[in-house]
């Protein structure tokens, strides 16, 4: 049987009307041990179906380093129906109660090591769609928060600008970045805006398209991300973790499957391999 554990929801921010970043403290006992990249099960009673509980997943954005609470955030599932879950949790208050099962998740692990035992030291690449952002904003976080040299660079793909949900975090880590060196902090973040002819869109100066178009190679043979890190990228140099819609992980395939690059799934049969990816259909 599933024994839900109780937290108490201390802090929502609702971003816009769909979109919400929500923390939560757990009532028993400490924030769990988690892994950067991992999810957590929320729950809530259902009264529409007799108070039965209704859990879904949800990645935490917030690193593990953080004891004092647990992030999300979480976009309202509107079409075709409202969804179970998310259309509670968008009348959830500061205060309120809510159940919680412990994290899990492997699919977004970072990798520390390469299969011949030395350690990984490749530059990190962190595509997210949408909320699908959510596991590298733990990632920025945890690396950030242990000093570690390696490269990290965050792509963001959204809809609209106003869904750029941690832009202001992401671009004090570059500015960090950029003011202590790069042999202290090497961070970079880009975003790509994908309705740009919208009018809500209209100051929007940065990348336009879907996210995976940061890997497009233009005119020059070089694609966008390459011309953010300054040189070319191959199986060598770069890890890949993506996380959002299949058709986001497909996108991303397409331009790095040519290139040799293979997902952990497939991996080799000496166990190497260059992308990771955690997909919501
Ligand atoms: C590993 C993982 C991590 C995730 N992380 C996040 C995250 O960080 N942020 C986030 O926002 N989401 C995340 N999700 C998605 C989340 O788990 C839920 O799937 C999502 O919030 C929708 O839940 P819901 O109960 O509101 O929708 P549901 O009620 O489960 O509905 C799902 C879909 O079915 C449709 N539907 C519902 N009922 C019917 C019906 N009777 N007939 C036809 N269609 C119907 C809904 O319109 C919706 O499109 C994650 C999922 C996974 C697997
Ligand atoms: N780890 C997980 O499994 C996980 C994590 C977070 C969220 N989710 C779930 O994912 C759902 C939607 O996420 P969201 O609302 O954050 O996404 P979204 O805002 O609707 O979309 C984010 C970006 O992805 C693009 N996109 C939409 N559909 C696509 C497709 N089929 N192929 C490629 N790109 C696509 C959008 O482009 P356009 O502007 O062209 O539409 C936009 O640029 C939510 O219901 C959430 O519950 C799952």
Same mark, same amino acid.
């Given at each position: 049987?599933?024994?839900?554990?109780?937290?108490?929801?201390?802090?929502?921010?609702?971003?816009?009307?769909?979109?919400?970043?929500?923390?939560?403290?757990?009532?028993?006992?400490?924030?769990?041990?988690?892994?950067?990249?991992?999810?957590?099960?929320?729950?809530?009673?259902?009264?529409?179906?007799?108070?039965?509980?209704?859990?879904?997943?949800?990645?935490?954005?917030?690193?593990?380093?953080?004891?004092?609470?647990?992030?999300?955030?979480?976009?309202?599932?509107?079409?075709?129906?409202? $969804? &179970?879950?998310? @259309?509670? #949790?968008?009348?959830?208050?500061? *205060?309120?109660?809510? =159940?919680?099962?412990?994290?899990? +998740? %492997?699919?977004?692990?970072?990798?520390?090591?390469?299969?011949?035992?030395?350690?990984?030291?490749?530059?990190?690449?962190?595509?997210?769609?949408?909320?699908?952002l959510?596991?590298f904003v733990?990632?920025a976080q945890?690396?950030?928060?242990?000093?570690?040299?390696?490269?990290i660079?965050i792509?963001h793909?959204?809809?609209?600008?106003?869904?750029l949900s941690y832009k202001d975090m992401l671009t004090g880590f570059e500015d960090?970045?950029?003011?202590?060196?790069?042999?202290?902090?090497?961070f970079k973040y880009r975003a790509?805006?994908?309705?740009?002819?919208?009018?809500?869109?209209?100051?929007?100066?940065?990348?336009? $398209? &879907?996210?995976? @178009?940061? #890997?497009?190679?233009?005119?020059? *043979?070089?694609?966008? =991300?390459?011309?953010?890190?300054? +040189? %070319?990228?191959?199986?060598?140099?770069?890890?890949?973790?993506?996380?959002?819609?299949?058709?986001?992980?497909?996108?991303?395939?397409?331009?790095?499957?040519?290139?040799?690059?293979?997902?952990?799934?497939?991996?080799?049969?000496?166990?190497?391999?260059?992308?990771?990816?955690?997909?919501?259909?």
């Amino acid at each position: 049987m599933v024994v839900d554990n109780k937290a108490t929801v201390t802090y929502v921010q609702l971003i816009k009307e769909d979109l919400v970043i929500i923390r939560i403290v757990p009532k028993d006992g400490p924030v769990p041990d988690f892994q950067a990249g991992q999810f957590l099960t929320l729950g809530l009673p259902n009264p529409l179906d007799g108070d039965k509980i209704v859990r879904r997943a949800y990645s935490i954005a917030s690193h593990p380093e953080n004891k004092e609470y647990i992030e999300f955030v979480i976009r309202w599932v509107r079409k075709p129906l409202p $969804g &179970r879950l998310t @259309t509670q #949790l968008f009348n959830v208050k500061e *205060g309120d109660e809510i =159940l919680w099962l412990k994290p899990a +998740g %492997k699919a977004l692990g970072i990798s520390e090591e390469l299969p011949n035992g030395e350690k990984d030291t490749r530059r990190i690449v962190c595509i997210g769609g949408g909320t699908g952002l959510a596991p590298f904003v733990s990632f920025a976080q945890h690396f950030h928060d242990t000093n570690d040299k390696r490269e990290i660079v965050i792509l963001h793909g959204a809809s609209y600008v106003d869904e750029l949900s941690y832009k202001d975090m992401l671009t004090g880590f570059e500015d960090e970045s950029n003011a202590k060196g790069k042999d202290e902090w090497n961070f970079k973040y880009r975003a790509a805006i994908s309705r740009p002819q919208e009018w809500f869109n209209r100051s929007w100066a940065g990348q336009i $398209g &879907r996210v995976e @178009t940061f #890997l497009r190679p233009r005119d020059n *043979g070089l694609s966008p =991300l390459e011309e953010l890190v300054g +040189g %070319k990228i191959t199986q060598e140099n770069t890890i890949f973790y993506v996380c959002g819609w299949q058709g986001t992980i497909d996108g991303v395939m397409d331009f790095l499957n040519p290139k040799g690059f293979v997902t952990q799934h497939d991996k080799r049969e000496d166990g190497s391999f260059e992308v990771k990816y955690e997909s919501y259909g």
